[in-house]
């Protein structure tokens, strides 16, 4: 039961991913949300590592290392 949700929750996302290529990135967190600019829920980010787990297209860790992250990790279910 388990990998057959994983393999329609990947399959849905392969079919949107495109669709999804660069929304909602850092520093946006969604239609009409306070920004990171504003909110300033992220700490002083210089010679961190980051992780981001669902990172689709890694648009929030550019933003992460553009706000001085030394290290990005990013990890998705979807290949695309």
């Known amino acids: 039961m388990y990998n057959e949700v994983i393999n329609k929750n990947r399959k849905s996302w392969d079919s949107m991913a495109d669709t999804w290529f660069g929304a ?5 967190y969604g239609c009409l949300a306070p920004t990171e600019t504003e909110l300033k829920l992220f700490p002083d980010l210089d010679g961190k590592k980051v992780l981001d787990i669902g990172c689709g297209s890694g648009h929030s860790l550019k933003w992460c290392g553009d706000n001085g992250a030394s290290e990005l990790w990013g990890i998705d279910l979807s290949p695309k």
């Open 24 to 28: 909602t990135a850092l520093p946006v």
